[in-house]
């Protein structure tokens, strides 16, 4: 669906999920839970849009602070609406979104 370096979209049970690659034998270390509905990254950051029932919340996360030891409540801060999402986008240069499903 959507790859970056270690990072992953992958698909159980018809529901896309976020996360890090664990091995090529497609195990993952989750990050962010379905349904996921648009990604996109640069060197330093993934950014990730969730959809909840009616509403979007999104994410970012920090690639040099990541690895396959972290939980995902260790790397990843609470869902942002889009303003505040714009707000940090600008602040620290993350990219747009490049991938929609």
Known sequence: MW???????????????FGIKMDDEGTFHGRIEPEIVAIGSNVKFVVVARRIKESTIYFYIDKSVDNIYLNADEIIETGYSLERFNELKKRYGLPEFSTYF
């Open 3 to 17: 790859e970056d370096e270690s990072y992953a979209v992958y698909v159980i049970d018809d529901q896309a999920y």
